[in-house]
């Protein structure tokens, strides 16, 4: 048997070198694990730090939106942020700092604000945040904001209502003192009295709800909750709720008149007759005639005499003239309003007579004023100073498309009994698509002894929806600025 010597020496140097060298690799792969892991942590710390900073920036965004609101709730027509700019669209930047209730700057806000068309009440606000851990990266959102304007309710009043049998309303409906409805309401009936007393002789309680029906089977007395009654008031009726303030409507009859008398406005003097007629072409134009004479009505015992609201004789012949580019026709004196607007006119019509706080002037409309196209793009206000009254000798089946205001007095029909005319003391259907803003009690029917007297039998009052916002051209406006939209945009993006 052969032995071979082997060097123990040798075997050992080749072990200690393997593993010198599987060392280095697991320390290698460590590391780079390692590396990776450091890699990452600081990533999403990084990541953490910018998702909290963008968050800091759209909350501090919002506050910018927030101030601005409160500004507009203080100053509504202030667009400028109390700077003082004029003329400006948009208008800013204005810039504010965003601090913690101790004082310490958080960040800060920049605003700009577009004030709201012709024709709309409605502000965009473009509030632009960043937080100072972080200042170059910024949140932009818009908010819109819009002050509803009297046109906002299918009818509202500063009396006591009552919608009789016969009536469909699509639409609000609003009084700051009680209604009595026994009609169909397709929206919320409101009033800012809790309870009321109806004076009307055939009244089913005279303690009532400030909202109420007669409509078997009748609501209680307040002493008795009401039912939902869902025949009647299909969205719900609501009492009590704020009033709409009519004492504040008496200041834009000074503006208005100062909208007709400028060089883009139209004016008319007193007509030292009865009033002006002033009929839409639905092209761009309108005619207008003076009024010379009209008729009035004798009837009963003792005599009542009203006025029936016709045109008998005119003077003068028709003269036809451009719509104002402002949007406003004054006419100092009663006017006969009727005609088509076509999409794009936009008008509010005022009759007011001097001292304009205590006048009497009335707008009569005894014929159709349509738009050619019910899409919002047409628009006509009518505001007496005194009433908005349909005629005798209306129309069987009249449409009004307008926003109707009458400041101290009543949109309605007054009482024409069968002795004024046996043929058109009883007409069939109006049809009102607007609004109708009353001081007085509105009504275009008449009751006596539980059937119709006088009046339409049908009325169907349809809410025109588009003017609550984009109502016609200075049309007065109530309360405050109400949320409309919200959206985040990119820095330059169109908005």
């Not at 101030?67 to 400006?88: E, F, I, M, V």
């Not at 304007?149 to 009789?164: E, I, K, M, Q």
Request: proline fraction near 6%; charged fraction near 15%; glycine fraction near 10%.
């Amino acid at each position: 048997m052969i032995f071979r010597n082997i060097k123990i020496s040798n075997y050992r140097d080749i072990r200690d070198g393997s593993i010198l060298v599987s060392t280095l690799v697991f320390s290698f792969i460590f590391l780079m694990i390692a590396g990776g892991l450091l890699g990452f942590v600081s990533q999403q710390r990084k990541l953490s730090l910018s998702r909290q900073a963008q968050l800091s920036a759209l909350m501090i965004a919002e506050a910018g939106v927030n101030y601005y609101r409160w500004h507009l709730a203080h100053t509504p027509n202030d667009y400028a942020d109390g700077s003082g700019q004029t003329g400006c669209n948009p208008c800013g930047p204005y810039v504010h700092n965003f601090t913690d209730p101790s004082g310490t700057v958080l960040g800060s806000y920049s605003l700009l604000i577009t004030p709201p068309p012709q024709g709309s009440t409605i502000v965009k606000i473009k509030s632009s945040g960043s937080s100072i851990a972080n200042p170059s990266l910024q949140r932009h959102v818009v908010a819109r904001y819009g002050r509803p304007s009297l046109a906002a309710y299918a009818v509202v009043a500063d009396a006591n209502l009552r919608f009789g049998v016969g009536t469909t309303v699509h639409g609000p409906l609003h009084s700051n003192y009680g209604i009595r409805f026994d009609g169909l309401a397709y929206n919320v009936v409101s009033s800012y009295q809790n309870t009321y007393t109806d004076t009307d002789s055939d009244a089913c309680t005279a303690n009532s709800w400030g909202v109420h029906t007669c409509v078997s089977p009748a609501d209680p007395s307040p002493n008795t909750p009401a039912q939902t009654r869902l025949d009647v008031f299909a969205a719900g009726r609501q009492y009590p709720v704020p009033q709409v303030d009519f004492n504040a409507i008496t200041v834009n009859l000074d503006q208005l008149q100062d909208l007709g008398n400028a060089a883009d406005g139209s004016y008319f003097n007193p007509s030292n007759q009865q009033g002006w007629h002033i009929q839409f072409l639905g092209n761009g134009t309108y005619r207008y005639r003076k009024v010379k004479t009209t008729r009035t009505c004798t009837y009963g015992d003792p005599e009542v005499t009203v006025a029936v609201g016709d045109v008998y004789a005119y003077q003068g012949n028709w003269a036809t003239t451009a719509l104002p580019a402002n949007g406003i026709i004054f006419v100092e004196d009663n006017a006969w309003v009727d005609g088509t607007l076509q999409s794009g006119e936009r008008i509010t019509l005022v009759a007011a007579k001097e001292p304009l706080a205590s006048g009497n002037a009335t707008i009569w409309v005894n014929n159709d004023i349509l738009y050619t196209v019910q899409d919002g793009t047409a628009a006509l206000g009518l505001i007496a100073q005194k009433d908005i009254s349909v005629g005798l000798f209306s129309e069987d089946n009249l449409e009004i498309n307008a926003a109707l205001l009458a400041q101290t007095g009543r949109v309605g029909r007054p009482y024409y009994p069968s002795a004024c005319s046996p043929s058109y003391y009883l007409r069939d259907t109006i049809t009102v698509y607007g609004s109708i803003a009353t001081k007085q009690r509105y009504g275009f029917a008449w009751v006596c002894g539980g059937a119709p007297c006088s009046g339409y039998g049908v009325r169907n009052l349809n809410f025109d929806g588009t003017m609550t916002y984009t109502p016609p051209p200075s049309f007065p406006t109530s309360g405050e600025y109400r949320f409309i939209s919200w959206e985040e945009v990119l820095s330059n993006e169109i908005y």
